[in-house]
């Protein structure tokens, strides 16, 4: 059992990443919060080097690498976006989407098709999206997909999970040309520096924000590197899709965070709607 004590803390870890990125969004930018993700992760991921044996590196490794590189920059920072604009209850289920667009990226980039569960796993998801705002169902059948979309946290996250789609893919073939550790490390090297220049240009103070606010974002990454070597580690004990099954219960955990830590409202409506679409996320992954 102790894949599942990893599994679960991995959970836990990556849900307390979004609750410190939401509370420092409150008085840092979006460009900083994004870099604090991969900046205070990166000695945690420099010890992992250590004990990780550096793997025959394949042909498609520096492809993947800067495939899922630059479009991990524009997610991290959707991402960032999203937590400020909207209620984590509202806005953090929505990476849920990301099985569904991966109709789409898979068979172009890797040639994978849904099984029927996998069919299934995905009408549950959207119907769990419809359930997250069930009340403004009497205003219109619609109305519920129409309240998600009309909402800037909502929206972006639905980018953000379209984005994962196709670096989902790109994850795939670095890890086969390397090893999971390896590649997770090297991704995480790659946004950190990356992103430097990005703060340097858009943040407000530039690199020097770092100084002013680090109390506050170093959680952030922190959290973060805990979060991906508790997963990393599950790994070892069982397969991928057990332990990816008990990472997304997470969401689960951000919305009560949600109500508990910043008051969001309709908690009882989001939560169901949310454990239906972790339970398709569960069917697809077991598809």
């Known amino acids: ?31 900083t919060v994004a870099w604090s993700v991969s900046l205070f992760s990166t000695p945690f991921f420099l010890a992992m080097l250590l004990f990780v044996p550096i793997p025959q590196i394949g042909p498609g490794f520096w492809y993947a690498l800067i495939g899922t590189g630059i479009l991990n920059l524009i997610a991290v920072i959707l991402y960032m976006k999203a937590l400020k604009a909207s209620d984590l209850s509202i806005t953090i289920p929505m990476l849920t989407f990301t099985p569904i667009f991966l109709l789409v990226t898979g068979p172009l980039m890797l040639g994978e098709f849904p099984s029927f ?10 119907a769990g999206s419809y359930i997250l705002n069930i009340k403004k ?45 390896f590649f997770a490390i090297a991704a995480n ?15 407000k103070g530039g690199i020097g924000s770092i100084k002013k606010s680090y109390k506050m974002i170093a959680p952030i990454g922190i959290f973060h590197a805990l979060g991906t070597i508790a997963q990393m580690t599950a790994y ?6 057990y332990v990816i099954s008990i990472k997304r219960t997470g969401i689960l955990v951000s919305i009560l965070f949600g109500y508990f830590l910043f008051k969001e409202k309709n908690i ?3 939560l169901i709607g949310a454990a239906i679409m972790v339970a398709g996320v ?6």
């Open 1 to 31: 059992m102790l894949w599942l004590i990893f599994a679960s803390l991995s959970a836990l870890f990556h849900s307390l990443t979004d609750v410190f990125g939401k509370r420092s969004l409150k008085d840092v930018d979006e460009y």
């Open 117 to 126: 569960l996998g069919i299934i796993g995905i009408f549950l998801i959207v």
């Open 137 to 181: 169902c009497r205003e219109g059948l619609a109305e519920p997909f129409k309240a998600l979309l009309k909402e800037t946290g909502p929206r972006l996250m639905l980018v953000v999970a379209f984005i994962y789609s196709i670096t989902s893919n790109f994850d795939k073939i670095g890890v086969t040309n390397s090893s999971p550790v």
């Open 189 to 203: 090297l790659f946004a950190a520096v990356a992103l430097s220049f990005i703060v340097a240009m858009k943040a």
């Open 236 to 241: 070892t004990f069982t397969i991928v899709a």
């Open 268 to 270: 009882k409506e989001r």
């Open 282 to 287: 569960i069917l697809i992954a077991f598809s």
